[in-house]
């Protein structure tokens, strides 16, 4: 029975040692079922946020000043750069590695907006470098090893990067019809196409029928794409050129106009742009068609141009024969030898409106040289000649103010002098000479010359001649 007391005794304490080790076996995979969690748990929340193994962070100027630096194999080195405007960045990367590589993210790592990669050595660095057009905002450069780098040697690698701001002056967002920036008539503005802004709208608007003009110059962009579109969104017109500077024109009814610029592939850069409302010359109005000046006379050709809305009222005078007219920019004639010539006023707008005036220049009032009697009742008279004239009259009269009886004679225009016939005896005559110009089928006179007066002799018999014959 004692034995048996024993036994039993043995036996209960074997099953309690074996169900405390069973406890403690649960309690232990308990254990490393939670620690398993909270690694998982730890793993998942640094991919989570971003935090990258064997990766450090630094920052860098945007004054084209190298950083150098290095990574493990298969290390990372992130550099942050900050723009205070929108601009051109460019980033120029030296490996002395195997297989370096740079790439350009925004400051999320969400957006890759450029990728290089090169190979060099401490005795042969390798070099590339690139620019991009970005908006203002954090960046930052992913700087990394090559995965075949000889052993465990540091990955070496040196960068810097410039910053060129645009100094655009649009208003964003403009990058809908809805959110159009407005642009004033003659208004310049500097835009912006960049590599997370594609589109640009501007709108204006016209009161009255006008022809509109659109001016957009390439600064940094390389090409663009251009259209113009009506209230209804219908597009009016569109181009994309390279083309340094590009003018559209059109005639447009009144309204709002919407004009969107965007990339032509993935040129980016800066331009220029400008729309005006132009109304053209229609009328240049001259007070006279045919004009005739005495030689060294003056006259103002110009009345008036229309419409008085016309933007441009510039014109520009010509004359085909300056020998004989001449006009100042202003429309007014002056005479200055004897002749024709035409006068054209021609709209400088582009409008291509002209009006033009025939000037015929008459000769110069006439100068008596000399006037005398000659053979007692004969008178021989003698005056200055002028150039280009096409004749000479002469001219007798017993009345000083010409009226009644008088005789001419007319000579040729190198001939500057005549003598009468024979006059009445013991009477005073009157002279007088002028010139003129045959032009056109017309005959111009200048003017009289000074009126001379002579009192002939008393002889009875005179011998000679004359055509030039006695009142």
């Given at each position: 029975m004692e034995g048996n007391g024993i036994g039993w005794l043995m036996l209960f304490a074997?099953?309690?040692?074996?169900?405390?080790n069973e406890r403690k076996g649960k309690n232990m995979k308990q254990k490393l079922l939670k620690w398993a969690t909270a690694l998982t748990s730890c793993i998942v929340l640094l991919l989570f946020c971003g935090i990258h193994v064997q990766a450090?962070?630094?920052?860098?100027?945007?004054?084209?000043?190298?950083?150098?630096?290095?990574?493990?194999?298969?290390?990372?080195?992130?550099?942050?750069?900050?723009?205070?405007?929108?601009?051109?960045?460019?980033?120029?990367?030296?490996?002395?590695?195997?297989?370096?590589?740079?790439n350009l993210y925004d400051k999320d790592l969400v957006t890759n907006y450029k990728y290089v990669r090169t190979s060099g050595s401490t005795t042969a660095p390798a070099t590339e470098q690139f620019s991009m057009d970005l908006e203002a905002g954090a960046y930052s450069l992913?700087?990394?090893?090559?995965?075949?780098?000889?052993?465990?040697?540091?990955?070496?690698?040196?960068?810097?990067?410039?910053?060129?701001?645009?100094?655009?002056?649009?208003?964003?967002?403009?990058?809908?019809?809805?959110s159009a920036m407005p642009l004033a008539n003659g208004t310049l503005i500097k835009g912006f196409l960049s590599e997370d802004d594609s589109i640009d709208f501007y709108r204006f608007s016209i009161g009255?029928?006008?022809?509109?003009?659109?001016?957009?110059?390439?600064?940094?962009?390389?090409?663009?794409?251009?259209?113009?579109?009506?209230?209804?969104?219908?597009?009016?017109?569109?181009?994309?050129?390279?083309?340094?500077?590009?003018?559209?024109?059109?005639?447009?009814?009144?309204?709002?106009?919407?004009?969107?610029?965007?990339?032509?592939?993935?040129?980016?850069?800066?331009y220029i742009l400008k729309w005006e409302g132009f109304t053209y010359v229609k009328v240049i109005q001259l007070k006279k068609s045919a004009l005739t000046l005495e030689k060294g006379k003056s006259y103002s050709l110009?009345?008036?141009?229309?419409?008085?809305?016309?933007?441009?009222?510039?014109?520009?005078?010509?004359?085909?024969?300056?020998?004989?007219?001449?006009v100042d920019s202003h429309g007014k004639v002056t005479a200055k030898g004897v002749g024709a010539a035409n006068i054209k006023a021609a709209a400088m707008d582009g409008s291509q409106v002209e009006a033009t005036c025939q000037v015929v220049v008459k000769p110069a009032?006439?100068?008596?040289?000399?006037?005398?009697?000659?053979?007692?009742?004969?008178v021989y008279v003698k005056?200055?000649?002028?150039?280009?004239?096409?004749?000479?009259?002469?001219?007798?009269?017993?009345?000083?103010?010409?009226?009644?009886?008088?005789?001419?004679?007319?000579?040729?225009?190198?001939?500057?002098?005549?003598?009468?016939a024979a006059l009445k005896k013991s009477k005073t005559y009157y002279f007088r000479a002028r010139m003129y110009i045959d032009y056109g089928g017309k005959r111009y006179y200048g003017a009289w010359s000074q009126v001379k007066k002579v009192k002939t002799g008393k002889k009875s018999r005179l011998s000679g001649s004359s055509s030039w014959k006695a009142v």
């Open positions: 074997g099953l309690g040692a074996a169900n405390e450090a962070e630094y920052s860098i100027g945007t004054n084209d000043s190298w950083a150098e630096g290095s990574t493990e194999k298969e290390g990372i080195d992130y550099r942050t750069f900050t723009l205070p405007a929108a601009g051109r960045v460019t980033v120029t990367y030296q490996s002395y590695m195997s297989n370096g590589r740079c992913k700087l990394s090893g090559g995965y075949w780098n000889a052993g465990d040697d540091p990955s070496s690698y040196r960068v810097k990067v410039s910053f060129v701001p645009a100094h655009n002056n649009e208003k964003e967002p403009n990058d809908a019809f809805e009255e029928s006008a022809n509109v003009r659109t001016t957009v110059s390439r600064d940094t962009i390389g090409s663009y794409k251009f259209s113009i579109w009506n209230s209804d969104l219908i597009e009016v017109a569109s181009y994309t050129t390279s083309e340094q500077t590009k003018v559209w024109e059109e005639y447009l009814a009144p309204g709002t106009y919407y004009i969107k610029i965007n990339k032509d592939w993935d040129a980016t850069g800066t110009l009345q008036s141009i229309t419409p008085a809305s016309a933007n441009n009222k510039n014109i520009k005078w010509t004359s085909d024969n300056t020998s004989v007219a001449k009032k006439t100068q008596i040289t000399a006037c005398k009697k000659t053979r007692d009742r004969n005056v200055k000649a002028q150039k280009n004239v096409s004749g000479i009259q002469f001219q007798l009269s017993r009345d000083k103010k010409f009226k009644g009886r008088k005789s001419s004679y007319y000579a040729g225009a190198t001939e500057t002098k005549a003598t009468t």
